[in-house]
Every structure is written in structure tokens, then in C-alpha cells.
T-cell receptor
Framework: AQKITQTQPGMFVQEKEAVTLDCTYD???????LFWYKQPSSGEMIFLIY??????QNATEGRYSLNFQKARKSANLVISASQLGDSAMYFC???????????FGSGTKLNVKP | DTAVSQTPKYLVTQMGNDKSIKCEQNLGHDTMYWYKQDSKKFLKIMFSYNNKELIINETVPNRFSPKSPDKAHLNLHINSLELGDSAVYFC?????????????FGSGTQLSVL
């Protein structure tokens, strides 16, 4: 069975500091993609970053980077230079390559303090 | 221009009523989804359609009936609403980007059953 685990229900970070949001996954399928989404208080779900299971390098998108450790089955999101607007829920998700279904973690609520 | 739009944004109704949520995407994606987000922010897939055909139906009560008149629309009709149906419902669509599926969400419909 496929599973995504986010063990941090809530986190605080000081503005301008970096923060790491944890995500571990479980699958026996060798082909999968890992995603992070941001959900601000307004409710919409915003795509942030993607990592494929065969990608050799960690994905980066601006201030977001994904620390992908395949052997440990972890896909942590690193946000550098946190901004007040980063305060939101963050969801880790996985999609199996051959199966059109996304599995989501329970989310981490990030609060950025001024 | 909204890529994935769903209406209404808020829906308040009495138990036992029938209601519909509409979803349209102008991205040209072949695959569309309905997700339910409960009060604990947990996102769970309900249905997935590919080119108007149902491909995923996740043990959802048959009071929930999706309808896809064309690949740009996926509506959700709910019969005999129950208190437990209160949640945020997200429509989404996806496309394959260099072998990897990317998911785009609508802004959500907050359903409150009284």
C-alpha cells in the first residue's frame, strides 16, 4: 500500500531563516513522482515543486528545494529565506507512474514569525 | 483567467438536500479529479476521469455521482446530503509533463451541511 507521512503537524520559523518540512513515503513501485503543494488560508492548493524517482539531482524552484533521499524514502521540502507569505499548510504528495492517483500526507502548518 | 474553476465557492444546505458542484478547466488536460478535504485537512481522492471516462472511484457512497459531459468539465452531484459530507471539495486536473503527471487544483468549494 502507498503511504505519505508528514510527522510535523505545525512548525514555526523566523522570517529570513530556512526551514525544512519533513515527508516520508512508502511504496514498492520503482516509478513515482513526489510533489509539494502549499495551501494558504484562502484555501487554494498551489503546486510548488516536483521530484521524479529517477531524477539524479534534487529539484529546485526558486526558494524551494526538495531534499530527496531515495534510500530513506524521504522527500523533505526546504524553504530558504522564509517570508511572512510562506505561512500556510504544506502538503507532500506522491503519484505512482503507472497509476493515475495522488496520495497526500496530512500536511504541516508553517507559521513564519516576523 | 482561472485555469481550474469550480462553483460555488461556498455551499450551505440542509441535511437531505441534493446539491451540485461544477468544475471546468481551460488547460486542455485530459484528466480531472474530485478530492475531499476533511476538517483535519486530510485530502482524499474521490473520483478521477480521463477523457470523460471514470478511471478511479474510491469507495465513495453512491450518493455522490460525478458527471463529465466533456473532458473540460467534471461536475459533482450529491444526493441526500448528510452532516458528514461537510468538507472542502477540490476539483483538479492534470497533465503529463515529460513523463510526469502534474496536478492543478481549483480553489475549492466549502460545503456545510446543517
Amino acid at each position: 500500500a502507498q503511504k505519505i507521512t508528514q510527522t510535523q503537524p505545525g512548525m514555526f520559523v523566523q522570517e529570513k531563516e530556512a526551514v525544512t518540512l519533513d515527508c516520508t513515503y512508502d511504496t514498492s513501485d520503482p516509478s513515482y513522482g513526489l510533489f509539494w503543494y502549499k495551501q494558504p488560508s484562502s484555501g487554494e492548493m498551489i503546486f510548488l515543486i516536483y521530484q521524479g524517482s529517477y531524477d539524479q539531482q534534487n529539484a529546485t524552484e526558486g526558494r524551494y528545494s526538495l531534499n530527496f533521499q531515495k534510500a530513506r524514502k524521504s522527500a523533505n521540502l526546504v524553504i530558504s529565506a522564509s517570508q511572512l507569505g510562506d505561512s500556510a499548510m504544506y502538503f507532500c504528495a506522491m503519484r505512482l507512474y503507472n497509476f493515475n492517483k495522488f496520495y497526500f500526507g496530512s500536511g504541516t502548518k508553517l507559521n513564519v514569525k516576523p | 483567467d482561472t485555469a481550474v474553476s469550480q462553483t460555488p465557492k461556498y455551499l450551505v444546505t440542509q441535511m437531505g438536500n441534493d446539491k451540485s458542484i461544477k468544475c471546468e478547466q481551460n488547460l486542455g488536460h485530459d484528466t480531472m479529479y474530485w478530492y475531499k478535504q476533511d476538517s483535519k485537512k486530510f485530502l482524499k481522492i474521490m473520483f478521477s476521469y480521463n477523457n470523460k471516462e471514470l478511471i478511479i472511484n474510491e469507495t465513495v457512497p453512491n450518493r455522490f455521482s460525478p458527471k463529465s459531459p466533456d473532458k473540460a468539465h467534471l461536475n459533482l452531484h450529491i444526493n441526500s446530503l448528510e452532516l458528514g459530507d461537510s468538507a472542502v471539495y477540490f476539483c483538479a486536473s492534470s497533465y503529463n509533463d515529460r513523463g510526469y503527471e502534474k496536478l492543478f487544483f481549483g480553489s475549492g468549494t466549502q460545503l456545510s451541511v446543517l
